[in-house]
Nanobody, 119 residues
């Protein structure tokens, strides 16, 4: 089992910045990717950004150029730096860790952290 601990959400004005952190405490082997997803009220959960253990990144078009995902492999920690925030970025942000162990792929989720951007 992989436990994910998120922090860094909050309330910010449009144009502002926030940094989210997600840690997987302990020695977790075989995590091949980590990332962030978000879910706004009445909408489906959507990908925000992911990063593989090798450092390859993927971003939703809506956040490209504004958000940056990074990772400290030694700490199993992933960060999401969010700049130029917009009201439409308001959502609950969930950390995700994807683990490949003995040929089995599993996704693990954090509890979610609220990000609210006021106009």
């Amino acid at each position: 089992q992989v436990q994910l601990v998120e922090s860094g959400g909050g309330l910010v004005q449009a144009g502002g910045s926030l940094r989210l952190s997600c840690a997987a405490p302990g020695s977790i082997f075989s995590i091949i990717a980590m990332g962030w997803y978000r879910q706004a009220p009445g909408k489906q959960r959507e990908l925000v950004a992911t990063i593989t253990s090798g450092g390859s990144t993927n971003y939703a078009d809506s956040v490209k150029g504004r958000f940056t995902i990074s990772r400290e492999n030694a700490k199993n920690t992933v960060y999401l730096q969010m700049n130029s925030l917009k009201p439409e970025d308001t959502a609950v942000y969930y950390c995700n860790a994807r683990r490949l162990l003995f040929g089995v792929l599993n996704d693990y989720w954090g509890q979610g952290t609220q990000v609210t951007v006021s106009s």
